[in-house]
């Protein structure tokens, strides 16, 4: 089992307000890295209403992705470098091939990959980007899949969709990694999601909040989309993102939910400690392990934490530490 950790790269990713500017970024990846963390994510947001969280309105301020692994990449030497998940509308396709061999030559081979059909239409309309329906946001999310795996394992690549076009397109000097970087697609699993992940990427991941017994139903959904494509279901890859709360027995976790819970960025006076724990990493260390190893019997091989009730915020550094120390050890 590989974990990894959500980096904090919004402006309400620490709940004592301090700006989780470049400096701070990079150095949270180099902290995740000495901890003995096997990956750092980033998402793909460029401003994020906590509204849509039951926080106050307004655009957060965040960082770019690729620009900042590239930063972090050249200040950390082994912990591999994930995107979660870049929204396929805003670069487009081949230019991303060409960015993500870049990074992945930065960074010595360590990408990983994470793409999207995006989801956040106020986003897309503050950028200029026209917002299609849901339909047409995968389809183009299938043809960005076929342009990546072409060009990142090829020095010359065609191809004709219906919405992107390359011709003869070179990709020179190619990624770090051979054949090329992973992909991963990122989504809730619908059929036509998982039919992407089937025939056209290395693994699938989704977030943040996951029974095991859900995930087992939509994981099984994945597999039947792989027979449909002729492929082996035990080599489509699986990641899951999840909140995550720890402490080091019950009463340390018990003190560490109530702090997340009332430092939260959001308003969650409502969320009860039990619907948290079903759905999310969260518990004494014994309970953590005891969840992630849950997961990987479903076939999940990398688990990625968010240290907090939202996405890519660190409620409480400690707990980044604690976990390292108490449940890295037990779950590999």
């Given amino acids: 089992m590989k974990v990894g950790v959500a980096l904090p790269h919004y402006d309400f990713s620490y709940p004592d ?13 180099r902290r995740a890295e000495e901890l003995g963390y096997d990956s750092v994510w980033m998402s793909d947001h460029f401003f994020l209403d906590l509204s849509r969280y039951g926080g106050p309105k307004g655009r957060s301020k965040s960082l770019e992705a690729i620009t900042t692994l590239s930063a972090i990449a050249v200040e950390t030497e082994r912990v591999r470098l994930g995107t979660l998940v870049l929204c396929e509308a805003f670069r487009h396709p081949p230019v991303l091939a060409k960015m993500a061999s870049t990074l992945d030559i930065v960074s010595d081979g360590r990408l ?3 793409i999207g059909a995006g989801w956040y239409e106020d986003e897309y309309r503050a950028f200029g980007f026209r917002f299609p329906p849901t339909a047409e946001r995968i389809e183009r999310l299938r ?13 010359r690549f065609t191809y004709e969709g219906r919405y992107y076009r390359v011709e003869d397109a070179p990709n020179d000097p190619p990624p770090a990694q051979r054949p090329r970087p ?3 697609i990122g989504g809730k699993g ?3 999601v998982m039919r992407i992940v089937a025939e056209a990427a290395d693994g699938w991941n989704t977030v943040w909040r996951w029974t095991p ?3 087992a139903e939509r994981s099984r959904q994945l597999d039947r989309a792989c027979d449909r494509a002729g492929r082996d279901p035990a080599t489509a890859r699986r990641s899951l993102g999840l909140y995550t709360v720890v402490g080091s027995d019950e009463r340390d976790f018990a003190d560490r939910w ?6 939260a960025p959001i308003d969650a006076s409502e969320l009860r400690r039990e619907d948290f724990e079903r759905d999310a990493l969260a518990g ?6 005891a969840r992630i190893k849950e997961f990987e019997a479903l076939g999940v091989e990398h688990v990625v934490c968010s240290f907090g009730l939202i996405p890519f915020m660190v409620s409480d550094e400690e707990q980044v530490e604690l976990f390292a120390r108490d449940v890295l050890p037990r779950v590999r």
């Fill in 213 to 215: 017994e859900a995930y």
């Fill in 284 to 289: 004494s260390a014994d309970d953590c392990v």
């Fill in 190 to 192: 619908g059929p036509k």
């Fill in 182 to 184: 992973p992909i991963w």
């Fill in 143 to 155: 043809e960005t899949a076929d342009i990546l795996g072409g060009m990142l394992s090829s020095g």
């Fill in 17 to 29: 307000g301090r700006p989780a500017d470049l400096d701070a970024t990079v150095a949270f990846a």
């Fill in 258 to 263: 109530e702090r997340t819970r009332r430092t």
């Fill in 112 to 114: 990983e990959l994470g």
